[in-house]
């Protein structure tokens, strides 16, 4: 919704700013379809070349999440932190054995199936159990768990941001493809040399448009929509990284409540349920 509300203010501020200036529209729209036809067309092309395929349909895909917003809310990470606890009581309490069968076979493991969002997410199901699979091997050092989690992790990070990037770049290269059609604009204005001075005027304006409209891309709408997704992919990975501090603080010793206390912790402000809310339900898991 803020993102509708920034374009149409940004439209309204320059475009307004404009016109009560004096400035004729005509000119703009004259020009509009050739030159935003060879800037943005150019851009998507430059896109194209840049990317791979995984690269281009994340980025598009990112779209929806620049308007949609976090892919997890409040309610998402209460889960997690339930399902956690649930996997790391059972460990503490019935030992390795009795947890070999919910992390060999997820989507077959009762605990999991209580939490159907968690058991969509691929990675942060790949992420739990394969790390549970470590300390059922005895790989009980906590510092090397941690290690090895923080590298998947960063792993992860780094693909997950590739649409954030690839739109970064593209919104970097704008200006200078506007410039590359405003100056086609000027050559062929200097084709019509004898045209009158009202007709040069013209041309040398809708010439112009393309440096206009290259800037006015890059800074007005990609460049922010790059930002956003960026923001949105470090806001989702706060999710991922709550498992490693839950786990970890396991291997240190931790009962399972002080564990996921300490990964509630992680949790952004904005969908950070409380202290009691999560008493609370833990509460309710364990009666």
Not at 123 to 134: K, P, S
Request: glycine letters at 10%; proline letters at 4%.
């Amino acid at each position: 919704m803020f993102q509708i509300i920034g374009i149409v203010l940004l439209f309204g501020m320059v475009f307004g700013s404009y016109l009560l200036a004096g400035g004729k529209m005509a000119v703009i729209l004259h020009s509009l379809p050739f030159e935003l036809m060879g800037i943005l067309g150019s851009g998507v092309a430059a896109f194209v070349i840049a990317n791979s395929m995984d690269v281009i349909k994340a980025t598009l895909g990112g779209f929806g999440r620049i308007f949609g917003g976090p892919k997890w809310k409040k309610q998402d990470y209460k889960e997690l932190l339930s399902l956690l606890f649930q996997l790391t009581k059972t460990m503490k309490s019935k030992g390795v054995v009795a947890l070999e069968s919910h992390i060999e076979k997820p989507k077959e493991s009762p605990i999991f199936q209580k939490y159907p969002k968690v058991l969509k997410d691929h990675f942060a199901v790949d992420f739990i159990c394969d790390t549970l699979r470590m300390m059922t091997m005895n790989l009980e050092d906590p510092h090397q768990v941690e290690d090895a989690m923080e590298k998947q992790l960063e792993k992860h990070h780094h693909e997950a941001q590739a649409g954030a990037h690839a739109l970064q770049n593209m919104a970097d290269a704008l200006p200078a493809l506007g410039i590359v059609i405003a100056v086609l604009g000027v050559i062929k204005t200097m084709g019509s040399i004898t045209e009158p001075p009202e007709v040069l005027g013209g041309m040398i304006g809708g010439a112009l448009v393309g440096t206009f409209l290259g800037v006015f891309l890059a800074y007005g709408m990609i460049g922010p929509f790059a930002t956003r997704l960026k923001d949105i992919v470090e806001q989702d990975g706060a999710y991922y990284k709550i498992i490693q501090s839950v786990l970890v603080a396991h291997l240190h010793g931790n009962a399972a409540q002080i564990s996921v206390e300490i990964g509630r912790g992680d949790i952004p402000s904005v969908a950070q349920p409380s202290f009691v809310e999560m008493e609370e339900t833990l509460n309710s898991l364990t009666e």
